[in-house]
């Protein structure tokens, strides 16, 4: 299983100081944070895509290349990348080309966003945007996985020939999530391809992440990917940790009441008692997420958002190093315990070149056991 942060790149006043970072100060902490979960020993790193205030990171493509080169382990991956508002030919080559500078160390999660002035910036119309999420989806699978694509459809002028370049590495394209928090036509999608299925799970109760997550495996089933159990799911989730609980809501309080996504409404108690925000010691997060295997199933890849609502840097890494040293330990011990050898592990560019090249030899014994039976037919 994989455990990681992921960063929606809010620029927000610290309630506390009354300090506001510049773009250049909030981008150099992301990158601090990136860097440094890896160096606690987590397996992913993600970044947002926004286009409004008071967002800074128009180009998660761009800052994960820059992390590329600084780091050796982590996958860099995108939470989310706008399927709906970005050329489809720009994701395949864009995204190629971070897997070649990665190494394969990357993959992306397709999401529709849900900001609604965001889509005519773009040209787009958000009424559309289901249509949008699957007709660039659909182009965007074949142009990594055909040389020369013509094609032609409803939302951009047609192609005739064309070929994105670079290829994919090692002729694999990217893994693909796709994420929802709310939309089952995209948990329909992404059993369609057999892709994986990341659900926010931060604003709503569990019944909801519950009944999403239950279509995605039912319909990946139907597709003929594999059974239900070997859907490749992924969560979100938002902790805050102290040794002390009291001490962790004490101090997390301000934050959460000034967020800029979900401060002035609910109180900090009544968010935690009905959405899987967890704020108290490292037991307690350890415990809720175990917990969240038993109304999805075995999952893959865990993400926490850490560096939202104005939390300084240092606040940010002190919760990287407990997530390290104390919780993702136990949780990858207890969950690679409870998963049973036919569900998937968390994918990787490596197990997808492993897992084409056995197909292959599969598919190369099959010809060469029917050819070996022809002949001997015509010997007879």
Known sequence: MQFGIFSVGDITTDPTTGQTPTDASRLQDVLTIAQHAEEVGLDVFAMGEHHNPPFFPSSPVAINSYLAAKTNRIILSTATTLITTNDPVRIAEEYSML???????????LGRGNTGPVYPWFGEDIRQGIP?????????????REDFV??????RTPLQGFQSTP??????PPFVWHGSIRSPEIA????????GFFANHIFWPASHTQQMIALYRQRFEHYGHGTADQAIVG????????????????????????????????????FTSQTPLTVGSPQEVIDRTLGFRDYVGDYQRQLWLMDHAGLP???VLEQLDILGSEVVPVLRKEFDTLRPAHVPDGPTHAAMVAERDAAELVASADADAAADAELSSEVK
């Open 99 to 109: 897997q070649h500078l990665s190494g394969g160390r990357m993959d992306l999660t």
């Open 132 to 144: 949008l999420a699957i007709e660039k989806y659909a182009l965007l699978h074949r142009l990594w």
């Open 150 to 155: 013509d094609w032609e459809g409803k939302f």
């Open 167 to 172: 290829r994919p590495l090692d002729d694999v």
């Open 188 to 195: 329909e999608q992404a059993a369609y391809y057999g892709d």
């Open 235 to 270: 969560l979100g989730g938002q902790v805050f940790m102290r040794k002390n609980s009291q001490d962790a809501v004490n101090e997390f309080r301000p934050y959460f009441d000034n967020a800029p996504v979900y401060g002035h409404g609910p109180s900090l108690e009544e």
């Open 313 to 315: 840097l240092k606040t």
